[in-house]
């Protein structure tokens, strides 16, 4: 049975960073795209970045320059570092894994995987 399980969320001052971590069970995923969403109150769960088996990254316009998505193949496991959070960046974040790996889906339907979500709060 696949699991994706995130850590590393909580609450954060704007300005302040956090690290998420998701780690894979049940298959490696080392040929597929792994992605970060996040969902807010009362919005549509968004693409946060994607990141494909060569390293190859994809990020939203709301976020590039301040968060970093990276992968370890051997450990099944990648990352979202998220520099210079800021309150509009309050929600929950969900790793998510496909069963491709030449482009990143931008829509939920992309997705064969999800984690359960973790909250991230950042406040002003």
């Known amino acids: 049975q696949v699991q994706l399980v995130e850590s590393g969320g909580g609450l954060v001052q704007a300005g302040g960073s956090l690290s998420l971590s998701c780690v894979a069970s049940?298959?490696?995923?080392?040929?597929?795209?792994m992605a970060w969403f996040r969902q807010a109150p009362g919005k549509e769960r968004e693409l946060v970045a994607g990141i494909l088996s060569d390293g190859s990254t994809k990020y939203a316009d709301s976020v590039k320059g301040r968060f970093t998505i990276s992968r370890d193949n051997d450990k099944n496991t990648w990352f979202l570092q998220m520099n210079d959070l800021k309150p509009e960046d309050t929600a929950v974040y969900f790793c998510?894994?496909?069963?491709?790996?030449?482009?990143?889906?931008?829509?939920?339907?992309?997705?064969?995987?999800w984690g359960q979500g973790t909250q991230v709060t950042v406040s002003s």
């Open positions: 998510a894994s496909t069963l491709r790996g030449d482009y990143v889906p931008r829509g939920l339907t992309g997705y064969t995987y």
């Open positions: 049940g298959r490696t995923f080392r040929s597929y795209v």
